[in-house]
């Protein structure tokens, strides 16, 4: 199990809340659990979680945490008993993960003198950089995500909804050897693609239309992320300038890449080259995100994060420009940063393509 530098975080013990954390340092992937580390080395990790996860909790810690199981009262209340039974006094937990009800929990069963002490993406932080087997992971699920995006290609045609269009492609994904989508599946036809988080609806493609389709894999746990744009028939010329603008920005983005970099100067590149286009209040979101366990994870490629970039971070590339009245483009990659730039991860083409 990986190790939290406790000195740091002056606690006696950290209590994981957020599932995603569980799962990272303990392999355990069910739907109930809280993970105790505790700064003594002779003090094994405890994972709480309830009967329905006997048999699969000691699976997938392997032996490396107790299994402590929880019958009839919330984990938090167990959790509470081992803490006051092992008089710990400054119990870490996560602010940004545990639910104001388990924090409440905790409090009215822990001893007077126990004091829970908030902590702020400790466990987040340790996995912006990925190991070897998630990197192949994340490789796995990209490619996934990429073979799908080609069969269900053929979905898009003249009168096709964005439901059924969507439906297809998440079909694929798991055809494919995704468990499921990693978030819900972005279908925008025409005009709508100006919505950067447009919901499939019933809306149904036209001639001359342009399809935004922003689509991602979750296989063995790890999250892939690839936004396209399409056309049904010829796109017209301010279509076709908007998408070569971004594009460009996309290009640019990637090119600032490397290990060294900070996230802000990324999301910079690309904010330059929309701007020397007139395209800069037409880009209303950041630049890209990290990605792993979940679709969106530390670091976020916008105007203020100063994280530095390192090797092993796996992160998304995702400029776009959307103009009511006319519709939206984005491009979005997965990429690997390296020492001395990154790895496309996503194989998919970024040519024009005219359905
Ligand atoms: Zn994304
Ligand atoms: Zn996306």
Same mark, same amino acid.
């Given at each position: 199990?990986?190790?939290l @530098?406790?000195?740091d975080l002056?606690v006696?013990?950290m209590l994981i809340s957020g599932l995603p954390n569980v799962r990272y340092l303990? +392999?355990?992937? +069910?739907?109930?659990g809280l993970l105790?580390l505790?700064?003594?080395?002779?003090?094994?990790?405890?994972?709480?979680?309830?009967?329905?996860?006997?048999?699969?909790?000691?699976? *997938?810690? #392997?032996?490396?945490?107790?299994?402590?199981?929880?019958?009839?009262?919330?984990?938090s209340?167990?959790?509470?008993?081992?803490?006051?039974?092992?008089?710990?006094?400054?119990i870490g937990f996560e602010k940004g993960r545990m639910t104001y009800q388990q924090y409440l929990?905790l409090k009215?069963?822990?001893?007077? @003198?126990? *004091?829970l002490v908030p902590t702020g993406g400790v466990v987040d932080k340790l996995r912006m950089?990925?190991?070897?087997?998630?990197?192949?992971?994340?490789?796995?699920?990209?490619?996934?995500?990429?073979?799908?995006?080609?069969?269900?290609?053929?979905?898009?045609?003249?009168?096709?909804?964005? @439901?059924?269009?969507?439906?297809?492609?998440?079909?694929?994904?798991?055809?494919?050897?995704?468990?499921?989508?990693?978030? *819900?599946?972005?279908?925008?036809?025409?005009?709508?693609?100006?919505?950067?988080?447009?919901?499939?609806?019933?809306?149904?493609?036209?001639?001359?239309?342009?399809?935004?389709?922003?689509?991602?894999?979750?296989?063995?746990?790890?999250?892939?992320?690839?936004?396209?744009?399409?056309?049904?028939?010829?796109?017209?010329? #301010?279509?076709?300038?908007?998408?070569?603008?971004?594009?460009?920005?996309?290009?640019?983005?990637?090119?600032?890449?490397?290990? +060294?970099?900070?996230?802000?100067?990324?999301?910079?590149?690309?904010?330059?080259?929309?701007?020397?286009?007139?395209?800069?209040?037409?880009?209303?979101?950041?630049?890209?995100h990290g990605l792993g366990l979940e679709i969106h994870e530390a670091p976020r490629?916008g105007?203020k994060d100063?994280t530095?970039?390192?090797?092993?971070?796996?992160?998304?590339?995702?400029?776009?420009?959307?103009?009511?009245?006319?519709?939206?483009?984005?491009?979005?990659?997965?990429?690997?940063?390296?020492?001395? +730039?990154?790895?496309?991860?996503?194989?998919?083409? #970024? *040519?024009?393509?005219?359905?």
């Amino acid at each position: 199990m990986i190790d939290l @530098n406790f000195k740091d975080l002056e606690v006696d013990c950290m209590l994981i809340s957020g599932l995603p954390n569980v799962r990272y340092l303990s +392999g355990f992937t +069910g739907s109930n659990g809280l993970l105790l580390l505790s700064d003594d080395t002779h003090d094994a990790p405890i994972l709480f979680t309830d009967s329905r996860y006997q048999i699969q909790a000691a699976q *997938e810690t #392997k032996g490396e945490a107790k299994v402590h199981l929880v019958r009839s009262c919330p984990l938090s209340h167990a959790a509470a008993k081992v803490l006051a039974k092992k008089r710990y006094r400054k119990i870490g937990f996560e602010k940004g993960r545990m639910t104001y009800q388990q924090y409440l929990e905790l409090k009215e069963k822990l001893p007077l @003198n126990a *004091e829970l002490v908030p902590t702020g993406g400790v466990v987040d932080k340790l996995r912006m950089v990925k190991t070897p087997a998630e990197i192949d992971r994340i490789r796995r699920s990209v490619l996934t995500n990429s073979k799908a995006f080609e069969s269900a290609k053929k979905a898009f045609k003249h009168g096709v909804t964005e @439901n059924q269009a969507a439906a297809q492609i998440d079909f694929q994904m798991r055809r494919y050897g995704a468990e499921r989508t990693a978030f *819900e599946t972005i279908v925008a036809f025409g005009n709508r693609s100006a919505l950067p988080h447009a919901r499939p609806t019933a809306n149904r493609l036209a001639k001359d239309e342009l399809v935004l389709i922003d689509m991602g894999a979750c296989q063995d746990g790890y999250a892939s992320d690839m936004t396209r744009v399409l056309f049904l028939e010829k796109p017209t010329p #301010k279509i076709a300038s908007l998408y070569r603008a971004v594009l460009e920005a996309q290009l640019a983005a990637i090119d600032a890449v490397r290990e +060294g970099v900070k996230a802000h100067q990324v999301d910079q590149a690309a904010r330059k080259v929309l701007a020397g286009h007139g395209l800069d209040k037409h880009f209303v979101h950041s630049t890209g995100h990290g990605l792993g366990l979940e679709i969106h994870e530390a670091p976020r490629l916008g105007k203020k994060d100063k994280t530095r970039l390192e090797r092993g971070m796996v992160i998304t590339i995702e400029p776009g420009a959307y103009i009511e009245g006319l519709g939206g483009v984005r491009i979005e990659d997965t990429i690997l940063v390296t020492k001395n +730039g990154c790895e496309v991860l996503t194989p998919t083409s #970024k *040519e024009l393509t005219s359905l």
